[in-house]
């Protein structure tokens, strides 16, 4: 088995990955340095890749550089891990705390999952603090392995499988983007069924906001627009439609 480890990093952020790298170190981690695309000062307008109309039909807003900046820091990572031969890619953000094993809970879940033949999941959600519309497929130390048809959001630490990073690569080559990259894995992984999370969480978060996403106070009014609340509604009562159905299918 063959795991690869990957940590999105801003290159100006050196105290967060001092303190990422330390968190890593301690557990003898050994990780590829993902770069991150500073989205920050980024100029929607001149951005061929980003559909503003969609945006505001799918999330009820215009998107932020910094959202852009963070999907396509993951789009380097998922692609570094294709590249690298491995067949599971563990992606982490720079914000990350560890309170268990990490390596040593990943290797156990992948071992679990090969050893029972449990290949039909694309992405596993290890950060996730809440079990929504999930299933509990097996019981791994102090540890739940769910089906989790309600995708959790948030992207500090996210394992991929060979064929999920291959499929993600091929949705998101395929179109612009129009909404933050956890909403989009959410919206994606709520309809095919296809994403699994561990509870506990195996990563936590430092509780910083991203550097790479759109934490910053001085945008907060313009991610409150008006037109906000009913896309927002909208998308989210048909991802947890998509995952009722799965669960109440593989009841």
Known sequence: MNVSFYLINLDSSVERLSKADAELSA?????????????????????????????HAFTGRALLGAEIGCYLSH???????LASGANYGVVLEDD???SCDLGANVFELLKWLEENQHSDWHLIHLAAQKKKLSAKITQLGQHELLHAY?????TTGLLWSKKGAEAF????????????????????????GQGLSVYPALVGSTGLDSEIDASAATNHQKRLRKDRFLPRQKRM?????????????NK
């Open 237 to 249: 009562w048909l991802n947890k439609c998509y995952a009722l159905k799965h669960l109440l299918v």
């Open 96 to 98: 990350l705390k560890l």
């Open 150 to 154: 309600y995708f959790p959001t948030l």
């Open 27 to 55: 557990q003898d981690i050994h990780y590829t340095k993902i770069s991150a695309v500073d989205g920050r000062q980024m100029d929607l307008s001149s951005y061929s890749n980003y559909d503003d109309k969609k945006a």
């Open 75 to 81: 789009q380097k990572a998922v692609e570094a891990f």
């Open 169 to 192: 690569l091929t949705r998101v080559t395929s179109q612009p983007i129009y909404a933050p990259i956890d909403v989009e894995l959410q919206a994606w992984l709520s309809k095919t």
